[in-house]
């Protein structure tokens, strides 16, 4: 036998969590390379695998995990974010204004201002947007574009100039442009009325937006995250993605999934599908960055999802369904029979009802379809009956705690406390035995390894703790995360668990997440995160490509 070559990093800790079934803590882990290639229940077990350049973390009092996946999030949106204004710390309009205000003093006049798009108006004191006329009392001499999540946004007059919006420019199909009682613009677009604008606003040069996502990747990694599926990249933001793996500032594995959401005809689907397996013969795909599947959307957020019941106080509204069936089925019909995978946004009850009805549709069609080709994506309401179906049909579930942390109060108010409390039945759907896999949903909500922890388990949100009895316990939450996550994302032989021979993706935490008091999640950072035996943070200790 020839001796292991040495480990180019050996950890000892006081636990390593390994999530393999029924294998107890170990106390050591040694990584070569890539891959993990042994563990130890005895601190010093492994210490035959040092060799000169060997880096020993000797963390006693550590406890191990696997790095986290964020299986629903908006990396490229977090990435364009990074150079907003940062209108997310305001408490109040007042300071919103004056954050822009700031801006405006020290930005050329003609320049476009936009604002990070991670917070919501019902967390501002006054709970509502600023309307066109606060954002000119900032400025006049810039476009303002404020920007909330990806479907919202208010401009200014002179933004609104620029997109070429006037009081009598038609809702666009799909999306509002939000009027008075006088039938005056407030300066509020909604939906697909944000393209108005995206088409008008100039593109960062590459270089700014490979910024943007070396930025935004590094935060992600900070909070214990190794790998995310992000859901919405337009599909010319691709190039940003490959030129951000190209100089080595991709701190974590992204998983894209093409937005569909502009693609409505069967000519825009297959223009999409060419790019993407062009994508493919090109060989674009390795660990770090892969192409995923391509996302749609059947129905709205928090005061569009579409339900059975209708809206509190609103008896005639239902929400809206963006799609009729007969042609979202048609559309993935499309995407899989070219050998891509198909996650939908499905948030109200009647929203994952029609679309448990479309990909019943599309699995009848293509019996053969791989398992795990067609993901919900949130489920937000999911009455027993629908939960019962999606397990049949094998459909794997992606849920979002954050989302409802910080959207709760938004949601009360459109669907009633009660309907709230429903949604995200996490308890259910793993006792009923779904494939669920844990994530953000930011800008909706925080990103964060156990900030979505602690949420799943105290149920905890903006709107205090709602529906408790949905809540999973910590290792449960872990593994939705980890385990479970991988299996979602088709690369569970790869990662998921840490194991000899998986790839070496784990995080380093100051006390155990599993049995620390709940509230020290919250906060709670790993000492390291580290990708494919790469320490991607902290980033000082990252070699410089
Ligand atoms: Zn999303």
Known sequence: MTDPAPADLLVRAAAVHTLVPGRPPQRAIAVTGARITAL?????????????????????AATVLPAFDDTHTHLILAGHSVHGVPVHRARDLAAFLGLIRERAARTPPGQWIHTTVNWQEVLLAEQRLPTTAELDEATVDHPVLVRRGAYNMVLNSAALRLAGITDDTPDPPGGLLERDDRGRLTGRLVNKAVELVERVLPRPALAERVAGLRAASADYAATGIGTVR???????????????????ALAVRVRALVSGFAARTPEQVDELLDRMDAWRAAGEDDDLLRLWGVKFGIDGGFEAGALEEPYQDRPCYHGRLLWEPKELVAAVDRVVGRGWRVGVHAWGDRGLRTLLDVFEEVLGRRPDLPPGTLVVEHGGLARADQRARAIALGIPVTVQHPLLHDGALAQQRAWGEERTAGIFPLREWLDEGALLAAGSDFPVGPYGAMVSVWGMTTRRTTAGVVGPEHAVDRAEAVALHTVHAARLMGESAERGSLRPGALADLTVWPVDPLSCPVDVLCELRPERTVVGGRTVHPAQAQAQP
């Open 40 to 60: 130890s229940p005895d601190p010093h077990g492994l210490d035959d695998l040092i060799g000169p350049a060997t880096e020993v973390l000797d963390a006693p």
């Open 230 to 248: 992000d859901c919405l990249v337009p599909v010319e933001d691709l190039d940003v993605l490959l030129a951000t793996r190209a100089v080595g």
